[in-house]
């Protein structure tokens, strides 16, 4: 299907089960390509002519870390949490093929959707599991992944039980040793849901003895809070005696204005954004 052909009616929408949101694929008339929009609210852009281009800011910052920190081209064995329109399956598959990814999403009807409204690339080996987030990674046992992708949080709405140290030790559990945590955490000006989870996933690194969080962010949502999003790392992997010249190139890949927090630079931070480390 070509990336300016509409697909058919019938597989532009579907009635979502378990938050009762119509979802929908639409094409974007600004970016070209599509969206994906649920409830109304836009959720993910694809563009099927060119999977590499990445039109969210903060995914685009997780396909920079990606970039950097494991070798051109080396399949990962990546997973998931939260499918949206499989922006960055699509990516990984097209930058990095053969590789295995695995995505848990708890809405049915929606990886359906995406995937007949908007194909995913050729050789994509890409397993869907459908179910609750933390249920069905930890349904997994002993499988390991280089990275996992945490792409559930949009502020208080947030689902409570995914929001927590005992969720972010157990996705720690299933990395491989020098494997990476990528969390996306979106909030309203406030910031105090995302103060909250770098303090949660704080407390989960220490536990299991890796070294703190690393931020990505838009340079200004530091200085003037705004609603914004902003990827939170953890993992064995941020140890590599590389850090600092995987902190240069995701500096230089931006998007721009562009902040890369180190561990403790992380939490000088959130001492003073949404009401700071209360312990």
């Not at 953890?234 to 927090?261: F, K, N």
């Amino acid at each position: 299907m070509s990336s300016t052909d509409l697909p058919p009616a019938s597989r532009r929408s579907a009635q979502l089960s378990v938050s009762d949101q119509p979802a929908w694929i639409v094409k974007d008339e600004v970016d070209g390509g599509w969206v994906l929009q649920i409830g109304g609210v836009e959720q993910s852009h694809v563009d099927l002519a060119d999977p590499t281009h990445i039109v969210h800011e903060y995914l685009r910052r997780m396909a920079n870390v990606l970039d950097a920190a494991w070798p051109t081209r080396r399949p990962l064995r990546i997973a998931h949490l939260g499918a949206g329109a499989l922006t960055l399956a699509r990516y990984v598959q097209v930058t990095r093929p053969a590789s295995q990814q695995v995505v848990i999403e708890i809405e049915r009807e929606l990886p359906t959707l995406v995937t007949s409204a908007l194909p995913m690339p050729a050789g994509t080996e890409l397993e869907i599991v459908i179910g609750d987030a933390r249920e069905q990674l930890a349904a997994m046992g002993a499988r390991r992944f280089e990275a996992i992708v945490v792409d559930v949080f949009s502020g208080e709405s947030s689902p409570a039980h995914l929001a927590t140290q005992d969720f972010y030790r157990e996705a720690l559990g299933q990395l491989e040793a020098d494997g990476m945590l990528l969390v996306n955490v979106g909030d309203d000006a406030g910031q105090r849901f995302l103060a909250r989870q770098v303090r949660e996933l704080e407390d989960a690194a220490a536990e299991e003895c890796l070294s703190g969080v690393w931020t990505l962010t838009h340079a200004s949502l530091l200085t003037r809070p705004a609603d914004g999003n902003m990827v939170l790392l953890a993992g064995g992997a941020l140890s590599s005696p590389d850090i600092d010249e995987w902190r240069r190139a995701w500096m230089q890949a931006g998007p721009h204005p562009a902040a890369v927090l180190d561990p403790a630079e992380t939490l000088e931070a959130f001492r003073e954004i949404g009401g700071g480390r209360p312990r």
